[in-house]
């Protein structure tokens, strides 16, 4: 218990962020001890290693001493053995060996030989023999030092008072005199007589100190038995004051009289005496010679104090500090998770899919749903954990009437399967919705009757307007006088402007409204151009404006597009250019932008030299109704041809720019992409030129050029400017192009065939006195001309019998209308081409009409009281009516063609319609004479 509390208490401790550090720290720390542990074990290893062979030495100093002395103790008893009592006086002796007398007494002399291997001896040891009587009388023996000093005299008393000792053996004496110590050896010459004498060896301390020192066993000293250094070679003797109490015992061991011993000694006695041999050695020697040692151990204990240290903080800066961070990291995040689920605007909640209850929730969640979340938890789990198709979304109302909007979504939390949900209060989004699909119905209630009225209004206006048109489309088809003629053109024109009016406005509502499509099909560009400035060449003559086209040689000759679109786009700009041009000219540009493909892009250029547009009126130019002020000699237009052109353009994907400098004139351009088909038919104009040449002269140089590369697109050969040579070429063919009438052109002097081309020149080439003449913007009537040029022969170009003669038809109609003037006006106009007819007023009396008689065809108004033309359509088709039935509105909004076909009608024909158009739709169904009923 006591080891689970201790755990408990340092259980915060371990488990905080930092307990990974503390506990890196820690294992640091052990391991340093341990390095530095084994540090020292390796150190005090080598230490005790050292003091051993430092020991090892000072033994083996201390044994070569011993033998030191032993040999001179031996050798000193050995020459106590040999002396003998003199018992003859003259014995011979040899020159080998020599008889030393020891003593004076006669009778009692003793006597010593010495032979010539022991004198070499003791020469070579430098010892002296000598013998002292037992009166104190020195007898010097023999001599093996040259400076020999007499025996002290407390020598000679300490030996007179150890004569009476019997049981003495060797005797070790020393003096010191003039700076040297002598040390001297005693031996009783008889050990049975005390009054023999004493035989001595006299030894000097520099040959004991030669014979003791040893550099390997360090310093030494030899004390006396009283503690007494004699002999010694050291600097610092070990101190005295310990000898005593340790005599007769050996040690080895450091001495100091500090706390850090100085030195390292070993100290024996010597067997033979009681003199001491001390061996010492600096502790600083001993630890110098360990430098090798210890200097490695300091590098080792520091690289690895420094490798430790450095292993930490990577460990540290590597996965401790961004582990720490991370743990810091995930509380943070866990608070702030919480925090955002306390303070999100959204009501949160966690709920357990084991048993649907709430593990987690917010304040919002409490109040937003109180009972709720217990009473749909289970439906809401069982749908979001759904493998097939799981439903993560919802909408429901809360008892107190507000509307909340669920997303979900499976998680896991605190290691179970639970759902997570988030509310949001749509309760004011709900009020927007249904505010704005109120909007929206209004909105389309008041689209809806825009169109109505819309549609109504074009009924109502095209319905008189087809009976004014068609009635003056008849009037001129009768003998009229001059001046009826001129009314009736006036009457005419203005019909047109207000049927251009309505069409205007019927566009742009048609654009607003997405109702207008475009409808694609092949055109001739060559063709358009022709006709649209063909259209307003007129009025730019009646003007004196110079009115002409230049196109690009490289233009295809057929495109895909909507034509009737660009040519409306194009009437409209030639339009404005020729209305707000007092003189100059009017140019339309045509050329070729890129080519990718099929697809092409082409730019449609209108400038002219008119007064220009004020920098103001710029910005408004293409604004619906929106007119230039200033211009009070021209007839005032309606302002939307320029903004239906900017809408047609866009549904074309193409681009409208407009560039105007007051005083100078305008440019518009239009670039609109196209398609060029595949494999187009071969052109249906006339074979290629021959490769003669042409020379081409005009007062305009782009006129030049342009024509220029047409004809060599044709084969000939081109040179812009008059000939030099009068005398012409009898191939070669002079074009003369001039945008004016013929009559403003100079006179050029040219003998050789030539060609006029001019803005009021004819379509088909003419020939007179001067040449050919041929209309300027007809290229393919340049094409002939110059080829007739070149041939000299006139080439009439053979006329195509028109495909749609107003010709008798010869068929019977049951026409339905409610309007009894357009009822008038049809019967007029069918009966102009040949048909009979049969009126009817609405649906029901056409229906009754149908049953009685037969007829070829059934002409309907689709707007009719009580049964309508699409009414009338159905129940013909239901009756076995096989007979073509066709259409006639007012409505010209989009869709109205497929309401027509759809209700079972083969055409549908849009008031005012024209005598032609409606002899267009009838002439595939004409019957011969004979067949007429």
């Not at 004196?544 to 009437?571: M, W």
């Not at 869709?895 to 319609?913: I, Q, R, S, T």
Request: aromatic share 8%; glycine share 6%; with cysteine.
């Amino acid at each position: 218990m006591r080891l689970k509390n201790y755990l408990h208490q340092i259980s915060p401790i371990l488990s905080s962020p930092d307990a990974a550090r503390r506990l890196l720290r820690i294992f640091a720390l052990v391991l340093l001890v341990g390095i530095l542990g084994g540090v020292y074990s390796f150190l005090l290893f080598t230490f005790n290693n050292e003091i051993s062979q430092r020991r090892s030495y000072m033994s083996s100093a201390i044994a070569e001493a011993h033998t030191f002395f032993t040999t001179r103790e031996a050798l000193l008893e050995s020459l106590s053995l040999s002396a003998t009592r003199k018992a003859k006086i003259n014995v011979p002796v040899s020159e080998e060996e020599i008889r030393l007398l020891l003593g004076q007494t006669p009778g009692k002399q003793w006597s010593i030989w010495l032979t010539q291997r022991m004198r070499d001896y003791l020469k070579a040891k430098q010892l002296n023999l000598l013998y002292v009587s037992n009166g104190g009388h020195v007898l010097r023996l023999y001599n093996a030092t040259p400076l020999v000093v007499g025996l002290p005299q407390a020598t000679l008393d300490q030996l007179e008072a150890l004569k009476l000792t019997a049981t003495l053996s060797e005797l070790w004496l020393t003096h010191a005199a003039d700076g040297h110590s002598r040390l001297y050896i005693f031996i009783r010459l008889d050990e049975r007589d005390v009054h023999s004498g004493w035989l001595g060896l006299e030894m000097d301390d520099r040959e004991v100190s030669n014979a003791l020192s040893d550099h390997s066993a360090g310093e030494f000293t030899m004390f006396n038995s009283q503690g007494k250094p004699l002999f010694s070679n050291s600097h610092k003797p070990p101190p005295e004051q310990h000898l005593p109490l340790l005599r007769q015992q050996d040690f080895f061991g450091f001495v100091g009289n500090g706390w850090l011993p100085e030195q390292l000694v070993l100290r024996k006695q010597l067997k033979s005496s009681d003199w001491q041999l001390t061996y010492s050695i600096d502790l600083l020697a001993v630890l110098r010679a360990l430098w090798p040692q210890m200097l490695g151990a300091l590098l080792f204990c520091v690289l690895s104090i420094s490798l430790v240290c450095l292993l930490v903080r990577r460990l540290e800066h590597r996965f401790i500090t961004p582990a720490i961070q991370r743990i810091q990291a995930l509380v943070e995040s866990e608070l702030f998770s919480r925090d955002v689920i306390q303070t999100a605007p959204v009501a949160l909640c966690v709920l357990r899919r084991s048993d649907g209850q709430v593990v987690l929730d917010n304040t919002l969640a409490r109040q937003w749903l109180g009972q709720c979340s217990e009473q749909l938890g289970a439906g809401w789990i069982r749908d979001a954990f759904d493998q097939h198709s799981p439903c993560l979304t919802d909408y429901f109302e809360t008892a107190d009437g507000r509307h909340l909007y669920l997303s979900c979504a499976p998680t896991r939390y605190k290691g179970e399967d639970v759902l997570l949900c988030a509310f949001s209060d749509i309760s004011a989004r709900r009020q927007i919705e249904a505010a704005l699909e109120q909007a929206r119905q209004s909105a389309d209630a008041a689209n809806e009757a825009k169109t109505l009225f819309l549609a109504t209004m074009s009924h109502e206006i095209r319905t008189p307007l087809y009976g004014v048109l068609g009635t003056l489309e008849l009037l001129g088809r009768t003998q009229l006088d001059t001046q009826q003629k001129s009314y009736l053109r006036a009457i005419e024109g203005s019909s047109a402007t207000l049927l251009q009016l309505i069409c205007d406005v019927l566009d742009v509502s048609k654009i607003e409204a997405g109702q207008l499509a475009l409808e694609l099909s092949e055109f001739s560009v060559l063709d358009l151009v022709h006709e649209v400035v063909q259209g307003y060449a007129a009025a730019a003559q009646s003007k004196g404006l110079q009115l002409y086209a230049c196109l690009d040689p490289q233009l295809p000759e057929r495109l895909i597009g909507d034509v009737s679109r660009v040519r409306q786009i194009l009437n409209n700009l030639l339009s404005n250019a020729v209305k707000f041009t007092d003189s100059g000219r009017v140019v339309l540009r045509v050329r070729l932008l890129a080519r990718e493909g099929e697809r092409v892009c082409l730019q449609w250029q209108v400038s002219d030299t008119g007064k220009g547009i004020a920098h103001d009126d710029q910005a408004f130019i293409f604004e619906p109704f929106y007119q230039t002020a200033g211009n009070t000699n021209v007839v005032a237009g309606t302002g939307l041809g320029l903004p239906i052109c900017l809408r047609l353009t866009h549904l074309m994907n193409g681009t409208l720019r407009m560039v105007s400098e007051p005083g100078l004139g305008s440019s518009f351009s239009l670039s609109v992409p196209l398609e060029q088909r595949c494999g187009n038919a071969p052109s249906t104009a006339l074979p290629p030129l021959a490769a003669d040449l042409v020379y081409v002269v005009s007062p305009v140089r782009e006129l030049a050029d342009s024509i220029s590369g047409w004809l060599r697109r044709w084969g000939a050969r081109a040179h812009i400017g008059a000939p030099d040579d009068i005398e012409p070429d009898t191939t070669a063919v002079l074009l003369e192009l001039y945008p004016a009438a013929f009559g403003q052109r100079p006179n050029l002097t040219w003998r050789g065939p030539r060609v006029l081309a001019s803005g009021d020149g004819a379509h088909e080439p003419q020939f007179s006195g001067d040449g050919w003449q041929v209309n300027l913007n007809d290229l393919l009537a340049i094409q002939r001309a110059v080829r007739q040029a070149h041939s000299g022969q006139i080439v009439h170009r053979p006329q195509d019998s028109e495909p749609h003669a107003m010709r008798p038809l010869h068929l019977h109609i049951l026409v339905a209308e409610d309007n009894v003037i357009n009822q008038l006006i049809l019967r007029d106009q069918l009966e102009e081409l040949g048909c009979t007819v049969a009126l009817a007023s609405d649906g029901e009396e056409a229906l009754a009409l149908w049953r009685d008689t037969a007829f070829d065809i059934v002409l309907t108004d689709v707007n009719m009281p009580r049964l309508n033309g699409y009414e009338l359509a159905k129940a013909l088709r239901r009756l076995g009516c096989s007979i073509p039935i066709i259409g006639a509105t007012a409505n010209a909004l989009r869709g109205e063609d497929a309401l027509c076909l759809a209700a079972g009608m083969n055409h549908c024909l849009v008031k005012p319609f024209t005598l032609r158009a409606l002899f267009a739709v009838l002439a595939p169904y004409e019957r011969v004479a004979h067949e007429a009923l």
